[in-house]
């Protein structure tokens, strides 16, 4: 296996798994209490917080799964969504740390994107 397989497959379990926990953990609040990410935007949400929050627990089992299966849409699709995720968070003033987490994890998700279409443009025949 090259290197670059390797490298590709390490980010892809990794963009895989993270999100599927974090998304059933949406469920538990084992983690952490999601809600409070939300700050002083839950009052702009039209509905419960912790109902909010599950809907993004499933959105993001789904973005998990995806890369799993297709790595080059859903590592755009976590790199998207990771983005979201940090403005949100810059924009509320709040978890700054988080956001620029999410930041660095957006562009890990974005080199794997970029990996697996070297690798998929390696392996076809010419």
């Known amino acids: 296996m090259s290197s670059i397989k390797q490298i590709q497959n390490t980010l892809r379990l990794t963009y895989g798994i993270v999100p599927i ?3 059933l953990d949406k469920f538990t609040n084992l983690l ?6 939300l700050g002083s ?10 109902v909010f929050m599950k809907i993004v627990g499933v959105i993001e089992i789904i973005a ?4 799993l299966v297709r790595p ?8 998207a969504w990771l983005i979201c ?10 978890y700054l740390d988080v956001a620029v987490r999410d930041l ?9 994107a970029r990996l697996t ?6 392996s076809r025949p010419q």
């Open 117 to 122: 279409k070297i690798e998929q443009t390696n």
């Open 104 to 112: 660095v994890m957006a562009i890990g998700a974005y080199t794997l």
């Open 85 to 94: 995720i940090a403005l949100q968070l810059l924009i509320g003033g709040n």
């Open 32 to 37: 952490t209490n999601w809600a409070d990410y």
């Open 21 to 23: 926990v974090a998304g």
């Open 72 to 79: 080059l849409l859903g590592a755009y699709i976590v790199m």
């Open 64 to 67: 998990g799964i995806a890369v």
């Open 41 to 50: 935007n839950k009052g702009l949400i039209p509905f419960d917080p912790l």
